[in-house]
C-alpha cells in the first residue's frame, strides 16, 4: 500500500508560480511511474504531466514549456513547478502512483488562478 499525500495548492494570479509536491509513503517510490493529474468543475480528470522511474517525463499540451515535473527518489517526492499559470489551469490536482496494476491517488490539493 502506498499513501500519497499532496501539499502546495492555493490561490494566485495569473502569471504567477506555485510549486506543487506529493509525498510518498513505502521503500517502493522508486520504481514507481508518478504523474500528476487535474480536474476542473465540471471536466473529466486529465493527466498534466508524468515522470517514470528512469526520469523520462510527458507533458499535456496544454502545460508544455510552463509546467515542470521532478522527482527525488531518496525523499520519495515528486514535485510540479507550475509556471506561468493561467485561470484555465484551476482545478484540483491529484498526485497518482503506478507500477503494473498497482494504481495509487493523493487526496488532491486546490489550485485557484484569478485573471
Known amino acids: 500500500q502506498v499513501q500519497l499525500v499532496e501539499s502546495g495548492g492555493g490561490l494566485v494570479q495569473a502569471g504567477e508560480s506555485l510549486r506543487l509536491s506529493c509525498a510518498a509513503s513505502?521503500?517502493?517510490?522508486?520504481?514507481?511511474?508518478m504523474g500528476w493529474y487535474r480536474q476542473a468543475p465540471g471536466k473529466q480528470r486529465e493527466l498534466v504531466a508524468a515522470?517514470?522511474?528512469?526520469?523520462?517525463?510527458n507533458y499535456a499540451d496544454s502545460v508544455q514549456g510552463r509546467f515542470t515535473i521532478s522527482r527525488d527518489n531518496a525523499k520519495s517526492t515528486v514535485f510540479l513547478q507550475m509556471n506561468s499559470l493561467k485561470p484555465e489551469d484551476t482545478a484540483v490536482y491529484y498526485c497518482?502512483?503506478?507500477?503494473?496494476?498497482?494504481?495509487?491517488w493523493g487526496q488532491g490539493t486546490q489550485v485557484a488562478v484569478s485573471s
Open positions: 515522470i517514470t522511474s528512469g526520469g523520462s517525463t
Open positions: 513505502g521503500s517502493t517510490f522508486n520504481i514507481f511511474t
Open positions: 497518482n502512483a503506478k507500477w503494473g496494476r498497482l494504481n495509487y
